[in-house]
């Protein structure tokens, strides 16, 4: 199985700031790296698909980079409505395996 | 596009429980579909997939020999049978729809989840 680990697990930002999460894979997994955003009390969200492929209607301050075993998120000019948890997630082998999730929350 | 659960509740340890996830929106019998399961207050964890045509189906380990993923295409749903629950099956439980219509294993819908709670 293969094994995702995000860092940081908590991050608390200011309105403006840009934000980085990263995910590193335990083997190879080319480009089939996922990102969804899970506000409080709300199901998950796509934003990013296969690494760096932004999803239709997604704010253009989100944008993922990476390939192989390590992958970033990067949030540009974090706004309020960004306050989730941010998830990995791997397809490239099953079983499918999501990141523990990175917390950012709006200081 | 809308996917909607149904059928959680409480349930004793060693019990069964269905649940269904009704989908509207787009061409059912195109798409894979998902099960994902959050523990309160924990990350995402991957269930069971299918695909359209049902001829592809996988589990996680978590759950092998005890739960069932189906789907009837005439009816646009999705199901997910689950027997022999256990405490640490507690969860949210969601159902997505794959990006493609082969197992993709990412997801641009989610239903709105339905919590089962395995508790005497």
């Known amino acids: 199985e293969i094994v995702l680990t995000q860092s940081p697990d908590f991050q608390s930002v200011t309105p403006k700031e840009k934000v980085t999460i990263t995910c590193r894979a335990s083997?190879?997994?080319?480009?089939?790296l996922h990102w969804y955003q899970q506000k409080p009390d709300q199901s998950p969200k796509l934003l990013i698909k296969?690494?760096?492929q932004s999803m239709s209607g997604v704010p253009s301050r989100f944008s993922g980079s990476g390939s192989g075993t390590d992958f970033t998120l990067t949030i540009n000019s974090l706004e309020a409505e960004d306050a989730a948890a941010y998830y990995c997630?791997?397809?490239?082998?099953?079983?499918?395996?999501f990141g523990q999730g990175t917390k950012v929350e709006i200081k | 596009v809308q996917l909607l659960e149904s059928g959680g509740g409480l349930v004793q340890p060693g019990g069964s429980l269905r649940l269904s996830c009704a989908a509207s929106?787009?061409?059912?019998?195109?798409?894979?579909l998902t099960w994902v399961r959050q523990a309160p207050g924990k990350g995402l964890e991957w269930v069971s997939a299918?695909?359209?045509?049902?001829?592809?189906?996988y589990y996680a380990d978590s759950v092998k020999g005890r739960f069932t993923i189906s789907r009837d295409n005439s009816k646009n749903t999705l199901y997910l049978q689950m027997n022999s629950l256990r405490a640490e099956d507690t969860a949210v439980y969601y159902c997505a729809k794959d990006g493609l219509p082969y197992i993709s294993g990412w997801y641009d819908c989610w239903g709105q989840g339905t919590l089962v709670t395995v508790s005497s």
């Open positions: 296969y690494a760096s």
């Open positions: 299918i695909s359209g045509s049902t001829s592809s189906i």
């Open positions: 997630h791997q397809s490239s082998s099953l079983p499918w395996t």
């Open positions: 929106g787009f061409t059912f019998n195109t798409y894979a």
């Open positions: 083997q190879n997994i080319g480009s089939s």
